[in-house]
Nanobody, 125 residues
Framework: QVELVESGGDSVQAGGSLRLACTASGPTAIPSCMAWFRQTPGKEREGVAAVYTGDGTAHYADSVMGRFTISQDNAKNTVYLVMNSLKPEDTGMYYC??????????????????WGQGTQVTVSS
């Protein structure tokens, strides 16, 4: 069993930056793939960024490419999502997800087994 705990959500002005963190506890090593998803009321949850922790390969949604960066600290079983140039449409509940059944970074929701409780990001114009 893997427990994921997110932190770092906040309210910011458009153009600002935030760094989210997700720490995995339970396993002896960081899960093979970890990712960030987001959801706003009335919309489906969408994948934002993912990292294959074996080699650091990352994958991003087109909507965040060039603005968001996912990184990992294997010693701390933690992944980070640095979000720059934030826009009001980035507002949402951000969830961390993890799986050890992957061979590369994926932002498909069904690929993930473990989920955190979420951290709220609000970007005002």
């Amino acid at each position: 069993q893997v427990e994921l705990v997110e932190s770092g959500g906040d309210s910011v002005q458009a153009g600002g930056s935030l760094r989210l963190a997700c720490t995995a506890s339970g396993p002896t090593a960081i899960p093979s793939c970890m990712a960030w998803f987001r959801q706003t009321p009335g919309k489906e949850r969408e994948g934002v960024a993912a990292v294959y922790t074996g080699d650091g390969t990352a994958h991003y949604a087109d909507s965040v490419m060039g603005r968001f960066t996912i990184s990992q600290d294997n010693a701390k079983n933690t992944v980070y999502l640095v979000m720059n140039s934030l826009k009001p449409e980035d507002t949402g509940m951000y969830y961390c997800a993890a799986t050890s059944l992957c061979t590369g970074p994926t932002i498909l929701e069904n690929d993930y087994t473990y989920w955190g409780q979420g951290t709220q990001v609000t970007v005002s114009s």
